[in-house]
């Protein structure tokens, strides 16, 4: 089994920076690729950013530039930097580890961009 816990979050105002960070435990394999997701009201969950193992990153175009996704120690740890925060920001944002045997979620955190 696998757990997924996140941490940061909370609530900033407008041109503002947070620091998200999710670790991973239990039975993780050597590849895996982790993922920050948001959910805001109303709307569907969307992937925001996600690194392999390998350390390749992708974003969504609306984040590019602005979050920096990166793996950090101990192993698997992954920081989500999050600068120059705008209020389409404000979601609940979910970590998300996918393996060979399934997709693991965190219980969330909530961002709040203030304007």
């Known amino acids: 089994q696998v757990q997924v816990v996140e941490s940061g979050g909370g609530l900033v105002q407008t041109g503002g920076s947070l620091r998200l960070s999710c670790a991973a435990s239990?039975?993780?394999?050597?590849?895996?690729?982790m993922a920050w997701y948001r959910q805001a009201p109303g709307r569907e969950r969307e992937l925001v950013a996600r690194?392999?193992?390998?350390?390749?990153?992708r974003y969504v175009d609306s984040v590019k530039g602005r979050f920096t996704i990166a793996r950090a120690h101990p192993e698997n740890t992954v920081l989500l930097q999050m600068d120059s925060l705008k209020p389409e920001d404000t979601a609940v944002y979910y970590c998300?580890?996918?393996?060979?045997?399934?997709?693991?979620w965190g219980q969330g955190t909530q961002v709040t961009v203030s304007s």
């Open positions: 998300n580890l996918y393996q060979s045997d399934g997709n693991y």
């Open positions: 239990g039975s993780v394999f050597d590849l895996n690729v």
């Open positions: 690194t392999t193992s390998r350390g390749v990153t």
